[in-house]
């Protein structure tokens, strides 16, 4: 009771504390290391002001030794500590190794600056036993991580961080093991690793992974180093040292460059291909087949320098990457015939060791790479929590953040529980780890409480080739070509010669053959038919598809095509039709122009002329016009008519030549009714022979010729005709004697009804001052010939009224009409002329 009463005067001497739950610290009690544990009275606590630690940690107590269990009997009795009464269910081993500050300080002493990687533990142990205390003792002093005992350890605060009051002491318990700074790599191993290699030998998965802060020794305690073997040479040797058989080995990294992606890269095979994640198998990952230890030894040798290593301030040989070693057991070959054989995979992984930026110091791609490093151990941590939260409450579903990285694909399994695994926790222990140490154990203490319903694996017969992750590669090569697949056969170990005997030999055949080899050739001959079938269905399937879209896409093109071909008929017949109105539209326009032209020259004419008739008028009056016409009885003929005509016109004193003045033939078409208008010098030249018929648009309408003779006259005086530019300089001409003419009066040379057709409407004698031409002198003119011989032709008409015939009235007195109306004696001669024509 007085003991109870005053517990600071009589300490314990050891106590060991328990964390539950694993992440809230609990004060650690104030009694001393290995003491019985005091009553927890609270009354009794509250006198208890502060764990006096530094007191703690100077007591020089040893450690006690690791019990020396003999190896043939690890494997039971680390079992026996972890498994449950359930022999199908135990709990997650979680082992802590703690790195020898010595070799991590700077301020170490000589022993740890010529110190190489991994031969720490051995030239610690080399030391006397006087320098293994002072260096112990400086290793307390500047250590922030004390174990308690095999399974526990007490992690205090820095003194600067102490005083903050946010940081107290922490006792972390229950792990599998703790290895203390001067465990030697085979005591790793025994604990560690020699368990799962003799279950993996008993036909048993199992994985191995070492979890830690960069620099804390997981590299040194997997591989090691020549001189200090890490725990998978040691493996190697315990596994070659048993039996004499053949192993396959696998090894690759999972690395993101730059933090762009994850990428699996194959260690133990250069000229593989590129390898991707199927499920939670590797696809194009190389095994290489070892049967002794040196060749083991040897492909991972290959590995570690192909690895992603880099120098930070840390680590001068930091691991980039997440490293994957699987050691797979091959079947056996005697006497060509394999034989007991299991699935069991030996999975060791060293993760990439969480970095801190303030730390390492890293920038730039060091950075990013440590992005990708913290951020797989996260998710791998998440995993394992929500395997466990899953475990202590089942109606938690189970998270599936093995989703988000490469690493947990490929370990799902393990980290959904169902096969055994190992972990071990490298801790670096100086004060200046305090943080990473902090932070490893409360992320990694509560997997202790994770436990795997592991499903045993029957040691198979026969090799199952289908679920082998590298049997699908030579399956595919196969197809096309073979040679690959020998190759690939020879490096598996299997029979070329009997496989191509296989390939080449038909299926009906297959029975006989069978029949002669023995029960396990069989077997594997119809697993290779089956899957050869398979094969060969699956590439049918796709062909036909193929076939079947080609087909069908065929057609389309066709109708489309057809589609193109109508389309391009239609188009070039509408070309055509375009061309052929084109054309017509040409030569309509030909037409046209020349109608323009004649038309012109008519005008000029007909100006003239009335010009002529007004001069007249005035002054000789009408000697008389005859207009010759030849009337058809038949009006669907053509009719053909023209004017060529002198015109004589005569004053008193003078006489007017008038050359050529020339009406075109006139054409009329009595269908449409319309009059086309040709000159006459293009009658002449072009027309006359083919006996085209024109119309004169100054002709009269209707008008006949009497007799063929006068036509032929007619003709003959048309060739005499002027070309129209000799009109325009007539024309010309004559306005310049009009200047003096005093008076002159052309007949009427035809009906009104021509009148209007060739725009002599508007030409009104009237109009024209008689007055004009009868001032000046009276020169001498000459009457174009067609003018003469149009006025020849007027006079020779028989004009049956008296008061019709163009009176010698001078002066162009207008001559009253039966209606009344005053005309002139131009426009009665027209009248006249258009009265017997019958307009
Ligand atoms: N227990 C130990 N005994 C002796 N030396 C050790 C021990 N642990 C680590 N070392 C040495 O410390 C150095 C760093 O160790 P290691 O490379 O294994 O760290 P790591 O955790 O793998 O780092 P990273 O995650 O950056 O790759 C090495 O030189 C190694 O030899």
Redesign the pocket.
């Known amino acids: 009771m007085e003991e109870l009463k005053n517990p600071l005067l009589e300490c314990p001497s050891s106590v060991t504390v328990r964390r539950n739950p694993p992440r809230r610290a609990k004060t650690t009690p104030l009694i001393a290391h290995n003491t019985t544990p005091a009553p927890k009275s609270v009354s009794k606590r509250k006198q208890i002001s502060s764990f006096p630690l530094q007191e703690f940690l100077q007591c020089d107590v040893l450690p006690p030794p690791p019990p020396q269990i003999p190896s043939s009997s690890l494997s039971s009795n680390s079992s026996s500590t972890t498994s449950n009464n359930n022999s199908n269910s135990e709990n997650l081993r979680v082992f802590l190794?703690?790195?020898?500050i010595s070799?991590?300080s700077n301020t170490s002493t000589t022993t740890t600056t010529s110190?190489?990687?991994?031969?720490?533990?051995?030239?610690?142990a080399a030391l006397p036993v006087s320098k293994k205390k002072s260096l112990k003792k400086i290793e307390s002093e500047t250590s922030c991580l004390v174990v308690n005992d095999v399974q526990s350890v007490t992690l205090s605060p820095p003194q600067s961080l102490q005083e903050a009051k946010r940081f107290k002491s922490e006792v972390y318990d229950g792990f599998t093991q703790v290895?203390d700074?001067d465990?030697t790599?085979i005591q790793v191993y025994e604990k560690v690793m020699e368990p799962l290699v003799v279950d993996f030998m008993d036909g048993k998965s199992g994985m191995v992974a070492?979890m830690?802060?960069?620099?804390?020794?997981?590299?040194?305690?997997?591989?090691?180093?020549p001189k200090?073997p890490g725990m998978l040479s040691l493996a190697f040797a315990h596994i070659f040292g048993r039996l004499k058989s053949s192993y396959y080995i696998s090894m690759f990294e999972i690395y993101s460059e730059r933090g762009k992606g994850e990428k699996l890269i194959d260690l133990s095979s250069s000229d593989g291909p590129d390898l991707f994640l199927q499920q939670s198998s590797v696809r194009g990952l190389q095994e290489v087949m070892v049967s002794s230890v040196v060749e083991a030894e040897a492909v991972i040798a290959r590995g570690m320098l192909r690895r992603a290593?880099a120098v930070?301030n840390?680590?001068?040989?930091?691991?980039?990457s997440q490293c994957i070693i699987n050691i797979r057991c091959a079947p056996e070959v005697t006497d060509g015939d394999e034989v007991l054989s299991n699935n069991a995979v030996l999975t060791i992984v060293?993760?990439?060791?969480?970095?801190r930026e303030k730390k390492t110091g890293n920038q730039g791609t060091r950075l990013l790479e440590s992005n990708f490093?913290n951020n797989t151990s996260m998710v791998f941590g998440l995993c394992l929590r929500s395997l466990l939260e899953h475990q202590k409450n089942p109606k938690k579903p189970l998270q599936k953040h093995f989703q988000n990285s490469l690493l947990t694909k490929y370990l799902r399994e393990y980290l959904e529980g169902k096969k055994r695994m190992a972990l071990i926790l490298?801790v670096?222990s100086g004060v200046d780890d305090y943080l990473d140490v902090s932070f490893l154990l409360r992320q990694a203490s509560p997997y202790m409480k994770i436990k795997f319903n592991v499903i045993e694996e029957e040691p198979c017969p026969k090799r199952n080739i289908s679920k082998l992750p590298r049997e699908d590669k030579p399956k595919r090569r196969r197809l096309s070509d073979p040679d690959a697949y020998k190759i690939d056969e020879s490096k598996s170990g299997r029979d070329p010669k009997l496989e191509t005997e296989l390939i080449s030999v038909p299926l009906q055949q297959q029975e006989c053959l069978n029949g002669s080899i023995s029960s396990s050739r069989s077997v594997r001959l119809e697993i290779h038919e089956r899957l050869q079938l398979e094969e060969y269905r699956i590439e049918l399937n796709r062909l036909k598809r193929n076939e079947q879209v080609m087909l069908k896409f065929s057609k389309a093109l066709w109708n489309v095509l057809k589609q193109y071909k109508r389309k391009l008929e239609d188009s070039e017949n509408e070309v055509q039709c375009l061309k052929q109105s084109l054309e017509k539209e040409n030569v309509r326009y030909v037409e046209l122009e020349k109608e323009k032209e004649e038309l012109m020259t008519c005008s000029l004419y007909f100006k003239q002329s009335a010009e002529f008739s007004g001069i007249q008028s005035c002054e000789n009056g009408i000697r008389g016009a005859k207009c010759k016409t030849d009337n058809h009885s038949n009006g669907d003929e053509e009719e053909r008519g023209s004017w060529p005509s002198d015109l004589i016109v005569s004053s008193s004193t003078e006489q007017f030549l008038v050359d050529n003045a020339t009406c075109s033939t006139v054409k009329q078409s009595t269908d449409l009714g319309e009059e086309k208008m040709t000159s006459p010098a293009s009658e002449v030249s072009s027309n006359e022979e083919s006996g085209s018929v024109d119309r004169c648009n100054t002709s009269i309408g209707d008008s006949k010729r009497s007799s063929a003779s006068k036509i032929q006259k007619e003709k003959q005086q048309r060739r005499q005709m002027p070309s129209p530019s000799l009109l325009v300089k007539e024309k010309n001409e004559l306005k310049t004697d009009n200047e003096i003419v005093k008076g002159s009066q052309i007949l009427p040379t035809e009906k009104t009804g021509s009148v209007d057709t060739c725009s002599m409407g508007k030409i009104n004698s009237e109009n024209i001052s008689p007055c004009k031409g009868l001032s000046g002198k009276k020169p001498r003119r000459r009457l174009l010939p067609a003018s003469s011989i149009l006025l020849r032709e007027i006079n020779d008409l028989d004009l049956d009224y008296e008061n019709e015939r163009p009176m010698g009235s001078s002066r162009g007195e207008r001559k009253l009409a039966a209606d009344g109306i005053g005309r002139t004696q131009g426009s009665v001669s027209l009248l006249k002329l258009l009265t017997n024509l019958n307009l």
């Open positions: 190794r703690i790195k020898p070799i991590t110190r190489r990687k991994g031969d720490g533990v051995k030239g610690k290895f700074t465990s790599q070492a830690g802060p960069t620099g804390s020794g997981k590299t040194h305690t997997i591989f090691g180093s200090n290593t930070t840390s680590n001068s040989q930091s691991s980039r060293d993760l990439a060791g969480a970095e490093i490298t670096k």
